[in-house]
Nanobody, 123 residues
Framework: QLQLVESGGGLVQAGGSLRLSCAAS????????MGWFRQAPGKEREFLAA????????YYADSVKGRFTISRDNAKNTVYLQMNTLKPEDTATYYC????????????????WGQGTQVTVSS
């Protein structure tokens, strides 16, 4: 089994930045996509970004391209989501997820999910 644990959420003012972390453990995931999603109350889960663990190819939703950056640290088995110029509409629970790289990285039907971390952006 693959375990994912997110951290780094919190309260930030509009225009500020946060970096989310996702620590992965439990199995080999070199052939996986690691993705970040978010879900606001009353809304569907939204794809934000994904990175292929082996090779580092990245994918972004148009809504966050240029503001959010996904990266990984192989030595720490950790994936990050750097979020800049945050807006009140970025308020949501943010989830880390993983799936084999044989499937598309932008679809939400990932098999492994973390517990989520809350991000609140005040205006």
């Amino acid at each position: 089994q693959l375990q994912l644990v997110e951290s780094g959420g919190g309260l930030v003012q509009a225009g500020g930045s946060l970096r989310l972390s996702c620590a992965a453990s439990g199995r080999t995931f070199s052939s996986y996509y690691m993705g970040w999603f978010r879900q606001a109350p009353g809304k569907e889960r939204e794809f934000l970004a994904a990175i292929k663990w082996s090779g580092g190819s990245t994918y972004y939703a148009d809504s966050v391209k240029g503001r959010f950056t996904i990266s990984r640290d192989n030595a720490k088995n950790t994936v990050y989501l750097q979020m800049n110029t945050l807006k009140p509409e970025d308020t949501a629970t943010y989830y880390c997820a993983a799936r084999p790289a044989t499937f598309p990285p932008t679809k939400s039907d990932y098999g492994y999910w973390g517990q989520g971390t809350q991000v609140t952006v005040s205006s």
